[in-house]
């Protein structure tokens, strides 16, 4: 899944690069887009009584993006066993390609009180799109 995101001036820091924190608001940004193309938007799994913390996140910068910038940002579901899942993303200069940054979202699944819960038995129909999406990257 491609989204894109145009680099704003309040995202730029006093040397005129986009801060470094931006790119984890990015990858959430892209991972929200992701759900709704999978037909399964984040809103309706908390109207299903589900939350969907992050457990971790990892990026690795690789070159500058400047205020203007469009970036492309590949998401990929990573692994998934029916309580937590990963997402990589690379986020490249959409004009260039040439990568701006690399990274990974940790995520489990829990009920409004914080427990773990089966998205099988919960969302059957979030957890064939999900798996299905395991299989398309195979």
Same mark, same amino acid.
């Given at each position: 899944?491609?989204?894109?995101?145009? %680099?704003?001036?309040?995202?730029?820091?006093?040397?005129?690069?986009?801060?470094?924190?931006?790119?984890?608001?990015?990858?959430?940004?892209?991972?929200?887009?992701?759900?709704?193309?999978? %037909?399964? $938007?984040?809103? %309706?799994? !908390?109207?299903?009584?589900?939350?969907? $913390?992050?457990?971790?996140?990892?990026?690795?910068?690789?070159?500058? &993006?400047?205020?203007?910038?469009?970036? %492309?940002?590949e998401?990929?579901?990573?692994?998934?066993?029916?309580?937590k899942y &990963?997402?990589?993303?690379? =986020?490249?200069?959409?004009? &260039?390609?040439?990568?701006?940054?690399?990274? &990974?979202?940790?995520?489990?699944?829990?009920?409004?009180?914080?427990? $773990?819960?089966s998205?099988?038995?919960v969302? $059957?129909?979030?957890?064939?799109? =999900? =798996?299905?999406?395991? !299989?398309?990257?195979?």
């Open positions: 899944m491609g989204y894109i995101h145009q %680099a704003q001036y309040y995202e730029t820091d006093q040397m005129g690069i986009i801060h470094h924190s931006n790119y984890i608001r990015w990858m959430e940004e892209a991972r929200i887009a992701y759900m709704d193309e999978m %037909a399964f $938007p984040y809103k %309706a799994v !908390e109207e299903a009584g589900i939350i969907s $913390p992050v457990l971790s996140v990892q990026c690795d910068y690789k070159s500058m &993006t400047h205020f203007g910038d469009r970036v %492309a940002i998401v990929k579901l990573t692994s998934y066993n029916g309580l &990963t997402i990589s993303y690379v =986020m490249r200069d959409e004009k &260039t390609g040439e990568v701006r940054a690399e990274g &990974t979202s940790g995520h489990c699944y829990l009920n409004k009180d914080g427990r $773990p819960v998205v099988k038995k969302l $059957p129909d979030l957890h064939e799109k =999900m =798996m299905a999406m395991l !299989e398309d990257k195979a």
